[in-house]
């Protein structure tokens, strides 16, 4: 089905590009009213195509009560396809034994280890805990903890003291 959906968007396409050559072809024969309607023709079947290719793709955005649902794990995986999306290069870390980094993201010449906490409530002081050494083992330039809610004051100190990155609830809406 998403096949013929497909071809439907580029017959859609193919159809506007011919009323474009036709609208073109009518201009310069000096039929300037037919050339005209052939030319919003062509932009309304343009407008459409786009409309209907952006109904058909598949958005990879996530509404953040998808987030909130989501396994700790499956949270891993979705902020590494979200970095890759905003040009990292992203690994997953194993559920265990991963010394503290669930991600470690690449860019700019900079190693990045990611600590992911998907939390109903805020996010306390062992998740910046965890990622402090994970800095030292992975030879990372920075830690950040990421979070789909907010650090306890504790947490937060802690981090500002040894240079985590918070990204919480307000920063993961803007990378959205």
Avoid: C
Avoid at 37 to 63: D, N, Q
Avoid at 125 to 134: G, T
Wanted: aromatic fraction near 10%; avoid cysteine.
């Amino acid at each position: 089905m998403a096949r013929r959906k497909k071809t439907s968007t580029t017959a859609t396409l193919a159809q506007g590009a011919s009323l474009v050559v036709a609208g073109i072809v009518l201009w310069q024969t000096g039929d300037f009213i037919q050339g005209l309607v052939a030319f919003f023709g062509v932009f309304i079947g343009l407008a459409l195509a786009l409309l209907l290719w952006r109904m058909l793709t598949p958005s990879k955005r996530r509404s953040l009560s998808e987030i909130d649902a989501m396994t700790g794990r499956e949270f891993e995986e979705f902020l590494g396809e979200m970095f890759k999306r905003h040009g990292y290069k992203t690994k997953v870390t194993s559920a265990s034994g991963d010394y503290g980094a669930d991600l470690i993201l690449h860019k700019d010449g900079q190693k990045i280890v990611v600590q992911a906490k998907r939390y109903k409530n805020n996010v306390g002081i062992r998740a910046v805990q965890e990622i402090i050494p994970a800095v030292a083992y992975y030879k990372a330039d920075v830690a950040w903890v990421v979070t789909n809610s907010y650090l306890t004051k504790q947490a937060q100190n802690l981090a500002d003291s040894n240079d985590v990155v918070i990204i919480d609830r307000e920063q993961l809406i803007k990378w959205l």
